[in-house]
């Protein structure tokens, strides 16, 4: 497996929603720091294994970032976030194994360790459904 490849798990009570298919995803070097703290980049050398994401032929649905929120850490998003009248993405249950050679460089940056099993965000809800949901 490439170093910028996570493999998918998902939870008893998980579901797939935007993953849905996948058994792996492709990892963004691009950290998107929601508390505007730049920390960096994550970074590969050039002699290990990676997925090409500037092919032409990489499917950009398989792509995802990692992002930090101080109060929640690190989860992991569609590099596609935003859909059409829906909210999200959320949290639904499905995990990715990352490689340490990713966690390692994350917990540097932040500065506390970070375990390899990071949440995959991949799922989306009307505002109708969000409400609802809520209450």
């Not at 932040?110 to 990071?118: A, D, L, M």
Request: proline residues 6%; contains cysteine; aromatic residues 12%.
């Amino acid at each position: 497996m490439a170093f910028n490849q996570a493999h998918l798990i998902t939870s008893t009570f998980g579901s797939k929603d935007f993953t849905e298919g996948l058994d792996q995803i492709v990892i963004s070097m691009i950290v998107d720091w929601s508390d505007n703290i730049d920390r960096g980049e994550l970074s590969i050398p050039k002699h290990y294994s990676k997925i090409n994401i500037e092919d032409p032929v990489f499917d950009k649905k398989t792509l995802y970032q990692f992002e930090f929120r101080p109060q929640f850490g690190f989860h992991l998003k569609p590099i596609d976030e935003f859909k059409d009248n829906l909210i999200g993405p959320m949290c639904n249950g499905v995990i990715a194994e990352v490689p340490s050679r990713l966690t390692d460089q994350l917990s540097k940056m932040v500065g506390y360790p970070i375990g390899k099993y990071i949440p995959v965000h991949d799922r989306y809800e009307t505002q109708e459904v969000y409400d609802i949901m809520c209450r």
